[in-house]
């Protein structure tokens, strides 16, 4: 252990490095050797912290020599001696993980004062105010984050100062008050049988440590769970000689952007204030005022702030968040890093920097992932919508929701978890706060700028979120908020809209949001990259144009059930089910087939030039009767009221006598699918008329139609080639009528394991298969799947019995490998086999990157769920979904 390098200081790194010396310190590295203005400092790598879970102590008296020897060279590069007694060297001491966590990990500034070294910053720097508001911050700051002190504690001293001395900020403490609150500070520690360390060397040797544990805190731990980022990385240390934003008027601290966060807008974006510390903007403690505003206040520094964030952008060829300090005029930038932005934003500033010359197309569709495009199609509330404005805040992250009003983030989880919307209010947030955060609809505080906690984690999240609304008066203990005379208590409903920083009392209704025209280029430059197609499933004329708006390439999946629950058409499709011969079967099947006939027409009319997948009657017929005891309860009703003999009462008595007839013990393993077509020919017959007679009608018109016409749930070659049979007998039909072909295949649904085991055989007669997953999931496992999800699937999950719900993500090794033996010898009895999947799995990300694997021509999902799959779909083809 003691012959690895573990420190590394500026000139040495670079960053490409972000593994070794983390996303924090790397940059640090490459700012400094470009020559930008960046304190000196070092950085402690990723592998110590690695060793250090594996051997605390081992690991620290390795390391310590190195972290020595950088210190003396960071004395002789800044002039000051670290615990000197003269001109002090003070550092942070700040984690830098390989991929950026926004707040989740520790930082303690200020570090290397004590007693002595306070006195000999006062008279260095000629300001004793200014000193002992470092000590002051510095105590605290490491109470928290080393000596694992309530926090809370010490800003209740923090705040009876202020009274005490009639001020309301901490910048506005005299010198004395400030002295008088060091030692009640460290009185406090004293309490808790602690004793506070005055060594600066043992302060940074236990800052150290305090930062590798901070990788494993349950707040680090749940970000990294959210954002599936590996718990194996480790953070690095960087330690950095303090520069001073609280000296006076002339120094300040900010946070900024170079373009909105929010929107994507390429302006400069954020936050500063004057004669404050970094952690004063972020923390919610002060409201920040704009960037711009550093225009007017310190104008050469706000040059040169916005030079050098264009130098950035340009090297890094991504949107930078980045932290700066002006120390007696000098600017300095203490940090840049990719910025997190909302879906809206990521959109916009890809294909902004395409247009700009700095990325490539292919570049700009990795930088949007899917999960951001399902951000995108988050409800909004209607802009035209009037409505009573509650509370006016800053518009922090946008997009809207509607909750329940809750002050606590762990009951934010318990409530979200048990599928409530829930608002999260609080006067500010913490990175405690990160799984109340992640379960809310949406987050509200009455503190914080644009680029507090709140805000920054929310863009991150996906959540809309007002911040800084000032107005509120919340109460934690009594559960209760306070604006404009109006109290609203824990689990009364709000909305709020994150757009524009509005609050509202009660549900107000939300929109779907609609393409922007950056949306409809991200996604042209993926299907560029793609492999697989994405379809649609819609069963209506409107589903097959809104499919169409989202991008489909066709329709995978037309349940013509669906075609029947319509209030008008359900009387005659019972009229069908509970005919008694094939006569009267014939006479309700011919009105059923005008109404099919209207919807094909609409369908493929809105699906011109484009294939569509018609799958013919899948359920058992007694879905389309009323439930028996509902129809018993009416029928007594009339036998009550002496209607007994009316035709209602016959009518009834028929189909209960029809329902009990075809009551099943397992209706999804029974009477349905493709044996419903064989057993009533009739019933197939009527629906594949209804298809050629559109297609017909529209082919005269010159429309271009493509019909594929699906059997559901076949099993054996012989179900296979008796319904090919019949839909090609009753083609020629056609053709002969129109005088030519008709550009139609026949295949099946892959839905039973049976099927997908002789798929060799089925293919001798299918041209095409479209893996239903749903049904197929289910016949896999032998789940129900409403018993399974209702009943154990989410314990068999959190357990890890099931890595996730198979339903949502495609069982690779069960369900999977059916895939795969069926694309094997359906390929190899027909080669140019059309190959796609139509269940719920083919909107899901990590399920469309297996499909990609498989070479399969296209999945289809909801009408809505289209562009998420068609950005999974090109980021399967570029690997970055395995």
């Given at each position: 252990?003691?012959?690895?390098?573990?420190?590394y200081?500026?000139?040495?790194?670079?960053?490409?490095?972000?593994?070794?010396?983390?996303?924090?310190?790397?940059?640090?590295?490459?700012?400094?050797?470009?020559?930008?203005?960046v304190?000196?400092?070092?950085?402690?790598?990723?592998?110590?912290?690695?060793?250090?879970?594996?051997?605390?102590?081992?690991?620290?008296?390795?390391?310590?020599p190195?972290?020595?020897?950088?210190?003396?060279?960071?004395?002789?590069?800044?002039?000051?001696?670290?615990?000197?007694?003269?001109?002090?060297?003070?550092?942070?001491?700040?984690?830098?993980?390989?991929?950026?966590?926004?707040?989740?990990?520790?930082?303690?500034?200020?570090?290397?004062?004590?007693?002595?070294?306070?006195?000999?910053?006062?008279?260095?720097?000629?300001?004793?105010?200014?000193?002992?508001?470092?000590?002051?911050?510095?105590?605290?700051?490491?109470?928290d984050v080393?000596?694992?002190?309530?926090?809370?504690?010490?800003?209740?001293?923090?705040?009876r100062?202020?009274?005490?001395?009639?001020?309301?900020?901490?910048?506005?403490?005299?010198a004395?008050?400030?002295?008088?609150?060091?030692?009640?500070?460290?009185?406090?520690?004293?309490?808790?049988?602690?004793?506070?360390?005055?060594?600066?060397?043992?302060?940074?040797?236990?800052?150290?440590?305090?930062?590798?544990?901070?990788?494993?805190?349950?707040?680090?731990v749940?970000?990294?769970?959210?954002?599936?980022?590996?718990?194996?990385?480790?953070?690095?240390?960087?330690?950095?000689?303090?520069?001073y934003?609280?000296?006076?008027?002339?120094?300040?601290?900010?946070?900024?952007?170079?373009?909105?966060?929010?929107?994507?807008?390429?302006?400069?974006?954020?936050?500063?204030?004057?004669?404050?510390?970094?952690?004063?903007?972020?923390?919610?403690?002060?409201?920040?005022?704009?960037?711009?505003?550093?225009?007017?206040?310190?104008?050469?520094?706000?040059?040169?702030?916005?030079?050098?964030?264009?130098?950035?952008?340009?090297?890094?060829r991504?949107?930078?968040?980045?932290?700066?300090?002006?120390?007696?005029?000098?600017?300095?930038?203490?940090?840049?890093?990719?910025?997190?932005?909302?879906?809206?934003?990521?959109?916009?500033?890809?294909?902004?920097m395409?247009?700009?010359?700095?990325?490539?197309?292919?570049?700009?569709?990795k930088?949007?992932?899917?999960?951001?495009?399902?951000?995108?199609?988050?409800?909004?509330?209607?802009?035209?919508?009037?409505?009573?404005?509650?509370?006016?805040?800053?518009?922090?992250?946008?997009?809207?929701?509607?909750?329940?009003?809750?002050?606590?983030?762990?009951?934010?989880?318990?409530?979200?978890?048990?599928?409530?919307?829930?608002?999260?209010?609080?006067?500010?947030?913490?990175?405690?706060?990160?799984?109340?955060?992640?379960?809310?609809?949406?987050?509200?505080?009455?503190?914080?700028?644009?680029?507090?906690?709140?805000?920054?984690?929310?863009?991150?999240?996906?959540?809309?979120?007002?911040?800084?609304?000032?107005?509120?008066?919340?109460?934690?203990a009594?559960?209760?908020?306070?604006?404009?005379?109006?109290?609203?208590?824990?689990?009364?409903?709000?909305?709020?809209?994150?757009?524009?920083?509005?609050?509202?009392?009660?549900?107000?209704p939300?929109?779907?949001?609609?393409?922007?025209e950056?949306?409809?280029e991200?996604?042209?430059?993926?299907?560029?990259?793609?492999?697989?197609?994405?379809?649609?499933?819609?069963?209506?004329?409107?589903?097959?144009?809104?499919?169409?708006?989202?991008?489909?390439?066709?329709?995978?999946?037309?349940?013509?059930?669906?075609?029947?629950?319509?209030?008008?058409?359900?009387?005659?499709?019972?009229?069908?089910?509970?005919?008694?011969?094939?006569?009267?079967?014939?006479?309700?099947?011919?009105?059923?087939?005008?109404?099919?006939?209207?919807?094909?027409?609409?369908?493929?009319?809105?699906?011109?030039?484009?294939?569509?997948?018609?799958?013919?009657?899948?359920?058992?017929?007694?879905?389309?009767?009323?439930?028996?005891?509902?129809?018993?309860?009416?029928?007594?009703?009339?036998?009550?009221?002496?209607?007994?003999?009316?035709?209602?009462?016959?009518?009834?008595?028929?189909?209960?006598?029809?329902?009990?007839?075809?009551k099943?013990?397992?209706?999804?393993?029974?009477?349905?699918?493709?044996?419903?077509?064989?057993?009533?020919?009739?019933?197939?017959?009527?629906?594949?008329?209804?298809?050629?007679?559109?297609?017909?009608?529209?082919?005269?018109?010159?429309?271009?139609?493509?019909?594929?016409?699906?059997?559901?749930?076949?099993?054996?070659?012989?179900?296979?080639?008796?319904?090919?049979?019949?839909?090609?007998?009753?083609?020629?039909?056609?053709?002969?009528?129109?005088?030519?072909?008709?550009?139609?295949?026949?295949?099946?649904m892959?839905?039973?394991?049976?099927?997908?085991l002789?798929?060799?055989?089925?293919?001798?007669?299918?041209?095409f298969?479209?893996?239903?997953t749903?049904?197929?999931?289910?016949?896999?496992?032998?789940?129900?799947?409403?018993?399974?999800?209702?009943?154990?699937?989410?314990?068999?999950?959190?357990?890890?019995?099931?890595?996730?719900?198979?339903?949502?993500?495609?069982?690779?090794?069960?369900?999977?490998?059916?895939?795969?033996?069926?694309?094997?010898?359906?390929?190899?009895?027909?080669?140019?086999?059309?190959?796609?999947?139509?269940?719920?799995?083919?909107?899901?990300?990590?399920?469309?990157?297996?499909?990609?694997?498989?070479?399969?021509?296209?999945?289809?999902?909801?009408?809505?769920?289209?562009?998420?799959?068609?950005?999974?779909?090109?980021?399967?083809?570029?690997?970055?979904?395995?």
């Open positions: 252990m003691s012959g690895e390098k573990w420190v200081e500026y000139e040495h790194g670079s960053a490409e490095m972000k593994g070794l010396l983390g996303g924090k310190g790397a940059n640090l590295a490459q700012m400094w050797n470009i020559g930008l203005p304190p000196p400092g070092f950085i402690i790598t990723t592998e110590a912290c690695k060793a250090y879970w594996v051997d605390p102590r081992g690991l620290m008296d390795s390391v310590w190195q972290v020595s020897d950088a210190v003396a060279r960071l004395e002789e590069r800044t002039g000051k001696v670290f615990g000197g007694e003269r001109n002090p060297l003070l550092v942070s001491v700040r984690s830098g993980a390989p991929v950026s966590m926004p707040g989740m990990m520790d930082t303690i500034l200020n570090l290397g004062l004590n007693e002595t070294t306070v006195k000999a910053l006062a008279e260095a720097s000629g300001d004793e105010r200014f000193a002992w508001d470092s000590y002051r911050r510095f105590i605290q700051m490491f109470s080393v000596l694992g002190l309530e926090i809370g504690e010490f800003e209740f001293l923090l705040s100062a202020k009274g005490e001395q009639g001020c309301s900020y901490d910048h506005q403490l005299t004395d008050s400030l002295k008088k609150l060091v030692g009640q500070y460290l009185r406090l520690v004293e309490s808790k049988g602690i004793s506070f360390p005055t060594d600066p060397w043992d302060q940074l040797r236990s800052a150290v440590e305090a930062v590798f544990k901070s990788w494993n805190t349950p707040r680090a749940t970000y990294r769970n959210i954002h599936k980022i590996p718990d194996d990385l480790g953070t690095a240390v960087c330690v950095v000689s303090m520069v934003g609280n000296l006076g008027e002339d120094c300040g601290t900010g946070v900024c952007f170079t373009r909105d966060p929010s929107t994507g807008e390429k302006r400069l974006y954020g936050e500063f204030l004057v004669n404050a510390q970094g952690e004063d903007v972020v923390a919610g403690i002060r409201t920040p005022r704009p960037i711009s505003d550093l225009k007017d206040a310190m104008p050469e520094v706000y040059s040169e702030l916005v030079r050098l964030t264009d130098l950035l952008e340009r090297h890094y991504d949107m930078q968040d980045i932290e700066f300090t002006v120390e007696r005029g000098k600017l300095y930038l203490l940090q840049t890093r990719n910025g997190k932005r909302t879906a809206k934003a990521a959109v916009k500033v890809a294909v902004d395409v247009r700009e010359g700095l990325i490539s197309q292919e570049e700009a569709v930088r949007v992932t899917p999960d951001q495009v399902e951000q995108l199609l988050h409800p909004q509330l209607d802009p035209s919508l009037k409505f009573d404005v509650l509370a006016k805040g800053l518009p922090a992250s946008p997009g809207a929701a509607v909750g329940k009003v809750v002050f606590d983030a762990d009951e934010a989880e318990r409530m979200g978890k048990n599928g409530e919307d829930v608002i999260l209010v609080r006067p500010e947030t913490t990175p405690d706060d990160i799984h109340g955060l992640f379960a809310a609809r949406g987050i509200l505080t009455s503190h914080g700028g644009m680029t507090s906690h709140a805000a920054v984690v929310a863009r991150g999240l996906g959540k809309p979120c007002v911040s800084g609304c000032e107005a509120l008066d919340i109460d934690l009594k559960g209760v908020m306070r604006v404009g005379g109006k109290e609203i208590r824990r689990h009364e409903v709000i909305t709020i809209d994150g757009s524009r920083g509005l609050v509202a009392y009660g549900a107000l939300l929109v779907q949001p609609s393409f922007t950056d949306f409809r991200l996604l042209s430059f993926a299907d560029r990259v793609s492999k697989l197609e994405v379809w649609a499933n819609a069963d209506t004329p409107e589903d097959a144009e809104r499919a169409r708006g989202f991008g489909a390439k066709g329709i995978g999946l037309c349940r013509t059930e669906h075609m029947f629950m319509q209030a008008d058409r359900l009387p005659v499709m019972q009229e069908m089910v509970a005919s008694t011969d094939r006569d009267e079967r014939l006479e309700a099947l011919g009105k059923l087939k005008v109404m099919q006939k209207e919807d094909f027409v609409g369908i493929f009319k809105a699906m011109e030039g484009l294939p569509v997948t018609v799958r013919l009657l899948d359920p058992p017929l007694h879905e389309f009767l009323p439930k028996v005891p509902e129809m018993t309860e009416r029928l007594e009703e009339l036998i009550a009221q002496g209607k007994g003999d009316s035709p209602e009462a016959c009518k009834i008595r028929v189909l209960i006598q029809r329902a009990e007839s075809l099943e013990a397992n209706p999804m393993l029974g009477f349905r699918g493709c044996r419903l077509g064989i057993i009533y020919p009739e019933i197939y017959e009527m629906q594949v008329e209804a298809i050629f007679e559109a297609v017909v009608e529209l082919m005269r018109q010159g429309v271009e139609v493509y019909p594929d016409i699906m059997m559901p749930l076949v099993g054996t070659y012989e179900e296979m080639r008796r319904l090919r049979e019949m839909v090609d007998r009753m083609a020629q039909r056609f053709e002969a009528e129109l005088g030519r072909k008709i550009p139609y295949m026949v295949g099946t892959i839905e039973v394991p049976r099927a997908a002789i798929a060799g055989d089925l293919a001798k007669e299918a041209e298969f479209s893996f239903g749903n049904d197929l999931t289910q016949t896999t496992f032998g789940y129900s799947r409403d018993d399974a999800e209702g009943k154990f699937l989410a314990e068999y999950v959190r357990m890890h019995i099931l890595g996730d719900n198979p339903f949502h993500v495609l069982d690779r090794s069960g369900v999977g490998r059916l895939l795969e033996i069926a694309v094997s010898e359906g390929r190899a009895q027909r080669e140019d086999i059309q190959i796609g999947i139509c269940g719920e799995h083919g909107g899901n990300p990590k399920s469309i990157a297996f499909c990609h694997r498989l070479g399969l021509k296209y999945v289809s999902c909801s009408p809505f769920r289209v562009p998420v799959a068609r950005l999974a779909a090109a980021h399967a083809a570029m690997g970055l979904i395995d």
